[in-house]
């Protein structure tokens, strides 16, 4: 012992243990199923000395264990997100989708278009090919129930009743989305699908990018053998594969499935697994880190963490776990995000590619009556104990029957619950139980508990060529093959049958197994009270029962029955007498009522007889037998007096009392008001005579009859049609309606006549449901519109624009008068027949009787209960409406008026408004109008009060039998003030005065005499009316309008225009408002907007109107209001008040890419468009229109005009609304022609030319080229004459504020032209007279061939070479005749300053004028005489020339060219200089020897084509070689004699 003792620098030692007793652990042990007895002690000594102390440490303790307990919470929906993968077991395949049982009780969906890329692939292609594709297998084929798959969220849904809806994906490349090339090695344990089968092997997509997976055929033979059967792997086949060889950095992986080798693969911290690529499905092993109640915490792949739930423990080592335990457990789920990740311990994921098991059959559906609570989780569940030990678990919207109804407390640990398991999750091998009520006591929870011949009720799903679906219950689902559809075979179901119909069916078959239902909707199988033969064993002979015929043959008839058992009817057996052809006599599908004659079970055989000959086949037939027929007969019309013998739901069976025969009078034809015939029926009773019933129709020994007025008057008056020939289109024909049908209205007449009014033409309004519109029994007034008398076919027309009277007001009052007299009828049977008191009572009041209460009680919506003795059993109640400013209290009394009697319900109501209890007396007028106000509406009329008097009148809800339906923006409400006509001056016996509704202020389209009953649109009619001021909450906001929901059915909309009275431009007015925004806005008309039924041509009607609203604070104080028109003429008669030129503020609604124009609106029903070319002066907006305008932005435009073929405006935004003189626009080049210039397409459907002169202000070799087609350019119109636009693209004219240069000036006359001036122009073209040069479109000036050059040409072709059309040149002006229009130039160097035109290349020879030559002899002789001595040489006096026209004259001219000895000092001297010795004659040089008189002839003329004589040289060196001659002695070049011939040009 001392050598483990230790000193101590402070003293002491360290205190040793005592005997028997462990150390203590410095290590916490967070086992809460562990107890520590001496720690415990030392703790309660320890807190009995510090109270403080130990409260603190409970607090802390309890904090602990909650956060313990948060940290274990199972998986919900709610904490699933998109990316997070999880293990799970396919529960079911169908044919688009998974079934996939998750952990904890949760289920998820796999679309089949999540399966793999490839199997994808495969399912386009039989789409498109529409044929089935051969290696393509459907999911139950590729995966059975019990199979692990790996999966990845996809999507949370919310489905239709408000649950979320887990989208899963099994597609390789979602689940291993996380890996990549460089993370994969050997002993990974990846998930993959089969993609392709090859030769030796088969690829498999495991999802890494870059990474092709083998998996050869070798290694997956031993699979082949044990899990698939020896076949061949599909396509789309899902597999766990081992890596065993990883090659070329990843990009090559083989693969392995044999099932030892992958269910021993565990992941190890070698194969680089992290919290981001961690996948489920992964075996590892663990170290306990902690354990509590709620699950373990362990550590894994040394430094990674996660937990285990409760129920994934193991459940043979539960209670057994310890700290650093080491276990194997099996990844359930990677949370992406907060790498949170769950194990399970349980032993059936330790073996990848087994099945997991499933829950016996007979468990599901069975209700345990006492199951008991083992935990309760506040955010999953419970968990409960089945009675055999087995634990069980209940979501917790299954705890309750509804949310509301559920209480946490009540699911205390041991509390016990009955309980029905509705289903099992694999994933935790835990039922699951559903404690609802409607579950528990459900007939039915699956496809097995459905026996054949069991009647059912369900929802039609859809309608195939082959059958109906219908949906039995959530999770069930049927077929009505298309045989058994009704008793007779239907071409068109639809017609029948709509989606969501309920429908009452009797199970034909059920193959649980298969999860197929087959049904029946035949009437006469539902109904049948025979036995249901369901198998062969059940049929004794002498049984009788109902079947279904299947075949007819000459050898007899094949009858169906329930659970496919079949029988033969023989030949001889069909009938009491022979039969012939019997597929003639029975049709497939025929109900028919057998006796089983024989039956063998054993070989599944049954002979049938049609001859119903046992006893119970006679008392059958005795009951379904007719009557003996009777003696008496009943024509229609006919008026007989009846007794009541029976009250039946749907009406009383009478006997007439005349004959003592028995009667039907159904009780919709106990009036023509619906409410009074259920009043009727409730008060009629047993013995009661009623008199004046007409009988209907007397057929089948069944005597039908009817007490509806309108159908008596029509019979006595003559007003019906008695054979189908008489019928006429046109005719209104009173009936009531028969049956209804999502597609129409079946409407019977007396007679038996009978018609259908399509669901087009039901109403005025549109129909959306049938039933909402018509009731069975009704009594209407038909149109008929067209017959088919080959069918035998009328149709119909309800619509009150087709069958309303001339005077709708009297008839209005009419039906009211009626509907009292019926009540006042059923009042005196009230008082005849003295029953309760309250019965009398009730009858004894009236409308406007005024009553002594009592408060009874108050209610929190503000409406009161009343007492009296007066009023005793029944219910009296007055509205808070009606209480009118007083505030009552029970006990209080009160004075009342009544409103209105309800006789059916028992119910009084009364209103305590001073203006109703003190009425003021006025003399009244008839037909004369009053305001009054609705005070109760009932559903025949309305009760109102009259403003000036406080009298009550009664008000008809409908103007005729057809009128049923309103909108609720049209309906009566309370409090609401309308105008009325009297009708009545006194109250009369009823109470009340008579009035009708004066007719709404809205503006109704008449009906155009041109117009077919198909091509007449009725407008939607509401209760609003023009000026009416209305509040709304704002719905939504658009770029345009605002919506606004003024009532439940009732949507107006505001423009953009009705917001602000000035609309500051660039501004959006309609952002002004929020939605949710209440807004107080003033009716200024109605729009019509067609519905998502609206077809132009065969569904025109389907339209509705909104009214329109405005909040312009001008229009809300009554300064202006403008009223809306939609129709086509008074919407024209709108766009002629927009002038041309007028300035309107518009509000864009869209920039249409296809048309080029700009699309927006001016109010709200006149639109506009501004095309392309007229919605900016800047090409720069026109590079992206669409960007630069947007949408409700307010613009100011300019009306340019109307489009004659719309109702639109046509709109400009640069102001422009005219191509007049000097208007600037853009326009878009449409053709470039060389040497002419551009042709320029022009707002408003203009075309415009811009010469060559006006695409610049500075001229350039060939202009047109900086052009191209299609490009915008700003243009100024010159001119607009006759259709004749010339445009301008000089910057000077297209932008003046810009003081650009011009270097060209515009010439538009020949004034503009003057004489020496220098100008550029084109070459227009070459002639004979010279050379034609355009100064401007419409200035052209002549060139001489002498002053183009300063050469001799003799060919004009060398003209037209180098001055080609188009050619740019500066001429100088010589002459300018105004008066001729003639402009003489110049293009000579020494006039223009500029190079010749013609190069020295050419060696042509320099020639000079006539006048230069004249001027230059004159000159010469001037010199000559002044000459002295000292000249070298001596010339003779010149001969004088002669003039061309003397008879001496050669034609021969004399030109004189100097040369230069020094060219670069001649080049270098100034243009000044030059120009001075221009105008100087040259002096003459002549050889010794030469005389001038000497004949020219003799003279040698060189030939020009000698190169050696020409000076080609020094013409190149100096083309202006024509040089002053000196007179002063110097040195002078040397002179050569050149001659030329005139010629004609």
């Not at 409260?55 to 919470?73: C, N, S, Y």
């Not at 069944?702 to 189908?724: T, W």
């Not at 039998?961 to 009708?983: A, M, P």
């Not at 470039?1232 to 707002?1243: D, E, F, N, Q």
Request: hydrophobic share 35%; charged share 25%; with cysteine.
């Amino acid at each position: 012992m001392a050598s483990t003792e230790e000193s101590f620098p402070r003293g002491g030692t360290q205190k040793k243990p005592e005997k028997g007793r462990a150390p203590r652990q410095s290590i916490e042990q967070d086992n809460l199923f562990d107890t520590h007895h001496e720690e415990g002690s030392q703790k309660r000594k320890r807190n009995q000395e510090q109270p403080e102390k130990r409260k603190k440490l409970k607090a802390e303790k309890k904090q602990a264990v909650k956060d313990r307990a948060r940290d274990f919470d199972l998986l919900t929906v709610e904490t699933l997100s998109e990316g997070v993968l999880l293990l799970g077991c396919v529960k079911e395949a169908n044919s688009f989708e998974l079934v996939v049982s998750l952990p904890n009780g949760l289920t998820g969906f796999v679309q089949v278009t999540d399966i793999c890329d490839s199997y994808t692939q495969m399912l386009s292609e039989q789409v498109a090919k529409q044929e089935l594709v051969e290696d393509l297998n459907s999911l139950s084929d590729l995966y059975p129930p019990g199979m692990l798959v790996r999966c990845a969220v996809t999507s949370l849904q919310k489905t239709t009743d408000g649950h979320q809806s887990v989208k899963l994906s099994i597609n390789p490349k979602d689940v291993n989305k996380a890996l990549n090339t460089l993370a994969l090695r050997s002993g990974m344990l990846l998930s993959g699908l089969v993609s392709s089968v090859e030769d030796h092997g088969y690829l498999i997509d495991v999802g890494v990018s870059g990474t092709k997976a083998f998996l050869p055929r070798q290694k997956a033979q031993d699979y082949l053998k044990s899990s698939n059967k020896g076949a061949e792997l599909k396509i789309g086949q899902y597999l766990n594969c081992l890596v065993e060889e990883v090659k070329n950095s990843g990009r090559i992986v083989r693969l392995s499935v044999g099932r030892s080798e992958v269910a021993a693969a565990i992941a190890t911290e070698e194969q680089n697994w992290t919290l981001s690529n961690l996948l489920p499905g992964l075996v590892v092993k663990a170290q306990v880190q902690k354990v509590t109640p709620y699950g373990l915490t362990l550590s894994f792949l040394s430094s990674f963490t996660g937990i285990v739930d409760f129920m994934h423990l193991d459940p043979k080592k539960v209670g057994s776990y310890s700290q650093n335990q080491t276990v194997k457990a099996c990844i359930l789920s990677v949370h992406p995000t907060s790498k949170a990740v769950r194990f399970t311990l349980r032993q059936a994921f330790f073996q990848p590619g087994g099945l997991l098991s499933q829950l016996s059959s007979d468990r599901f559906g069975a209700v345990v009556a006492e199951c008991t609570v083992k935990g309760f989780y506040k955010k999953a569940g419970a968990i409960f104990q089945l009675e055999d030990g087995t634990l069980a678990f209940a979501r917790l919207r299954h705890l309750s029957n509804t949310i509301n109804s559920f209480k946490p407390r009540v699911f205390k640990t041991g509390s016990k619950h009955t309980c029905r398991i509705i289903d099992y999750s694999p994933m935790d091998e835990v039922a699951i139980l559903s404690l609802k009520r409607q579950i528990i006591d459900a007939p039915f929870l699956r496809y097995e508990d459905i026996p054949p011949g069991h009647v059912v009720e369900g929802k039609v799903l859809a309608l195939k060529p082959h059958g109906m679906q219908v949906k039995v219950t959530d999770h069930i689902k049927g077929l009505v093959p298309r045989l058994h559809l009704a008793d007779m075979l239907l071409k068109q179901p639809e017609k029948k049958y709509s989606m969501g119909e309920q429908v009452k069916c009797r199970v034909l078959l059920s193959h649980p197994e298969e999860r197929k239902l087959i049904l029946t909707l035949k009437r006469t199988l539902i109904g049948s009270k025979l036995p249901v033969l369901a198998s062969y064993t059940a049929a004794k002979p002498g049984l009788v029962t109902h079947g279904v015929v299947v075949c007819a043959r000459e050898f007899g008839c094949i009858v169906k029955f329930y659970n496919d058992v079949k029988g033969l009817v023989p030949r001889n057996e069909l009938g009491s007498e022979p039969i012939p052809s019997p597929e003639k006599v029975f049709r497939e599908g025929q109900v028919v009522k057998v006796t089983i004659l024989k039956c063998e079970p054993e070989q599944e055989k049954l002979l049938l007889s049609f001859n119903l000959t046992s006893k119970s086949a006679l008392e059958d037939e005795a009951e379904w037998a007719p009557k003996k027929k009777r003696e008496v007969t009943y024509e229609t019309g006919q008026m007989v007096d009846v007794k009541v013998l029976k009250k039946r739901e749907d009406g009383l069976e009478v006997s007439i009392l005349s004959d003592n025969v028995p009667a039907h009078l159904p009780m919709m034809h106990l009036s023509d008001h619906i409410v009074n015939c259920k009043l009727l029926w409730h008060w009629l009773q047993e013995e009661d005579i009623l008199p004046r019933v007409m009988c209907l129709s007397d057929k089948g020994g069944h005597v039908m009859l009817c007490r509806k007025p309108a159908l008596i008057s029509a019979v006595e008056e003559g007003q019906v049609v008695r054979s189908f020939s008489e019928i006429q289109p046109g005719m209104q024909l009173t009936g009531f309606v028969k049956n209804i049908m999502p597609y129409g209205v079946f409407v019977e007449f007396p007679f038996g006549l009978a018609g259908l009014a399509p669901k087009a033409a039901m109403s005025d309004k549109f129909v959306t449901d049938t039933k909402e519109h018509f009731v069975v029994g009704q009594t209407v007034v038909a149109k008929v519109t067209s017959i088919d008398e080959v069918k035998q076919r009328v149709l119909l027309c309800l619509k009150l624009s087709e069958c309303s009277v001339e005077d709708p007001a009297a008839k209005s009052i009419s039906l009211l008068s009626q509907c009292f007299e019926e009540m006042k009828e059923v009042r005196s049977i009230m008082r005849k027949r003295g029953h309760s008191k309250a019965a009398q009572n009730l009858c004894s009041l009236m409308f406007g009787q005024k009553l002594d209460l009592v408060v009874q009680e108050v209610k929190e919506d503000g409406s009161a209960l009343f007492s009296g003795s007066s009023i005793a059993g029944l219910t009296v109640t007055a509205t808070s409406h009606h209480l009118g400013d007083r505030h009552l209290v029970p006990g209080q009394k009160a004075r009342a008026l009544i409103l209105h009697v309800n006789a059916l319900k028992s119910e009084v109501h009364v209103s305590l408004r001073e203006e109703l209890l003190n009425q003021k007396v006025k003399q009244l007028k008839e037909n004369s109008q009053h305001s009054a106000v609705v005070q109760h509406v009932a559903e025949e009329f309305a009760i109102a009060s009259l403003v000036e008097t406080g009298q009550l009148t009664a008000i008809p809800v409908a103007c005729h039998f057809n009128d049923t339906f309103r909108f609720d923006s049209e309906r009566l409400k309370v409090g609401q003030t309308i105008l009325v006509t009297l009708k009545t001056v006194k109250p009369g016996e009823h109470g009340v005065l008579l009035a009708v509704q004066s007719p709404a202020k809205a503006v109704i389209r008449p009906r155009k005499e041109s117009e077919t009953f198909e091509e007449t649109l009725v407008l939607v009619q509401h209760s609003l009316c023009i000026g009416d001021t209305v509040t709304g909450k704002v719905k939504s906001v658009k770029p345009t309008h605002i919506t606004v929901a003024i009532s439940d059915n009732l949507t107006g909309c505001i423009h953009a225009s009705q917001i602000l009275d000035k609309v500051p431009i660039g501004t959006f007015p309609t952002s002004k408002l929020r939605p949710g925004q209440k807004v107080t806005a003033w009716v200024i008309g109605g729009r019509d907007v067609k519905t998502h039924r609206y077809l132009p041509i065969t569904h025109p009607h389907f339209t509705k109107t909104i009214p329109e609203l405005s909040l312009r604070p001008s229009v809300l104080k009554g300064k202006g209001c403008t009223i809306l028109n939609t129709e086509g003429d008074e919407l024209s008669k709108g766009l002629k008040a927009y002038k041309v030129g007028q300035t309107v503020t518009c509000f864009i609604k869209k920039y249409n890419v296809i048309k080029g124009w700009l699309e927006v609106e001016v109010t709200p029903n006149i639109r506009g468009r501004i095309p392309h070319l007229l919605l900016s002066l800047k090409p720069k907006v026109f590079k992206h229109p669409e960007k630069s305008f947007r949408s409700g932005q307010a613009l100011s435009a300019t009306v340019t005009g109307m489009n004659p073929t719309s109702t639109n405006l046509c709109l400009s935004l640069t102001g422009i609304y005219s191509l007049e003189k000097g208007t600037i626009t853009l326009g878009t080049i449409k053709n470039v022609t060389p040497h002419v210039g551009l042709i320029v397409a022009l707002p408003f459907g203009k075309i415009g030319n811009a010469s060559l002169f006006h695409l610049s202000d500075s001229y350039m070799e060939q202009p047109w080229e900086h052009f191209r087609v299609g490009e915008i350019v700003r243009c100024c119109i010159l001119s607009n004459e006759d259709g004749k636009i010339q445009v301008s693209l000089r910057q000077s004219r297209t932008n003046p504020k810009s003081n650009s240069e011009v270097e060209d000036a515009e010439i538009t006359c020949i004034d503009d032209v003057k004489e020496g001036q220098l100008i550029r122009g084109y070459v227009k073209c070459i002639k004979a007279s010279g050379v034609f040069f355009a100064l401007s479109s419409s200035v052209v000036g002549r060139i001489r061939f002498q002053k183009v050059a300063p050469y001799f040409v003799s060919k004009q072709a060398v003209y037209e070479e180098y001055l080609p059309e188009g050619k740019l040149l500066t001429a100088r002006v010589l002459s300018v005749n105004s008066q001729e229009d003639h402009i003489e130039l110049s293009l000579l160097p020494k006039d223009t300053g500029k190079l010749s035109v013609l190069p020295k290349s050419l060696g042509l020879p320099f020639h000079e004028t006539k006048q230069e030559k004249k001027g230059e002899e004159l000159k010469l002789k001037a010199k000559r005489r002044r000459r002295d001595s000292e000249s070298e040489q001596e010339t003779k006096p010149k001969k004088k020339k002669m003039h061309p026209a003397d008879k001496d004259d050669s034609g021969v001219e004399v030109y004189c060219w100097e040369e230069e000895e020094e060219e670069k000092e001649e080049e270098n001297k100034s243009k000044s200089k030059q120009e001075v010795k221009h105008m100087e004659a040259p002096r003459l040089q002549v050889s010794t020897g030469f005389t001038w008189d000497e004949g020219l002839n003799a003279l040698k003329v060189p030939a020009l084509s000698q190169p050696e004589e020409s000076s080609d040289s020094e013409e190149e060196d100096d083309p202006q070689a024509m040089k002053k001659l000196n007179l002063e002695g110097e040195e002078m070049p040397v002179m050569s004699l050149f001659f030329t011939f005139p010629y004609q040009v």
